[in-house]
């Protein structure tokens, strides 16, 4: 298995322009999660999808964030407009269920920053 | 709500040294506890887990035993080698398997 699959690894903008992030995840999980990762605040959870439905969007900074999963196999987080402060690690995540014994598999990040 | 406390890093030590890395954790029920490792410019790989009291989970040398009276899950290893420098994570899902809750990370240089 090719493991989750995030594009792209790097994305350099300037403030204000809008920023898609991209997941594929394991064939056959059906649990996804997005986090951000920094120095100063470190790993932050910001939404996680059960069966493609969003299930906790409670760490989604604000409203220029969002987060799209239209089917298992593929799911967006769009930043529109960014801003210099959005600059971090951003990793996708999934699991194969919802599971309490069920282990998460990461991708290897996107290294985003804004100029 | 759920969450987890880990020793604050860096923490160095010279090679074939004993490692702990605290953790501490807050939930309600019986959650599953894992630790998880970050190598440089990559993303988190599971370590080791442990899905109810009293059980050790263990990996590469690495353990780690799950405290329900203390709600602990020390990461620990008896001879660390250089290859072990990473950033350490704990983390904790609750009784349902609902959300996926990390600890701020542990940085660990080891020096040859």
């Known amino acids: 298995d090719a493991g989750v699959i995030q594009s792209p690894r790097h994305e350099v903008t300037e403030m204000g322009q809008e920023v898609t992030l991209r997941c594929k995840p394991i064939?056959?999980?059906?649990?996804l999660f997005w986090y951000r990762q920094t120095m100063m605040r470190g790993l932050e959870l910001l939404i996680y999808?059960?069966?493609?439905?969003?299930?906790?969007d409670s760490g989604m900074p604000e409203d220029r964030f969002s987060a799209k999963m239209p089917n298992a196999s593929f799911s967006t987080l769009k930043i529109q407009p960014s801003e210099p402060r959005d600059s971090a690690v951003y990793f996708c995540?999934?699991?194969?269920?919802?599971?309490?014994?069920?282990?998460?598999?990461f991708g290897s990040g996107t290294q985003l920053s804004v100029l | 709500g759920n969450s987890v406390t880990q020793m604050e890093g860096p923490v160095t030590l010279s090679e074939e040294a004993f490692l702990t890395i605290n953790c501490t954790y807050t939930?309600?029920?019986?959650?599953?506890l894992f630790w998880y490792v970050q190598y440089p410019g990559e993303g988190l790989q599971l370590l080791l887990k442990a899905t109810k009291a009293d059980d050790k989970g263990s990996n590469k040398g690495f353990e780690a035993t799950y405290r329900k009276e203390t709600t602990s899950f020390h990461l620990e290893k008896g001879s660390v080698q250089v290859s072990d420098s990473a950033v350490y994570f704990c983390a904790l899902t609750d009784n349902y398997g609902q959300n996926f809750v990390f600890g701020p990370g542990t940085r660990l240089s080891v020096l040859p």
């Open positions: 064939s056959g999980h059906n649990s």
């Open positions: 995540a999934s699991r194969q269920s919802q599971g309490r014994n069920e282990k998460l598999f």
């Open positions: 999808f059960n069966n493609n439905v969003p299930i906790d």
């Open positions: 939930a309600t029920g019986y959650p599953s």
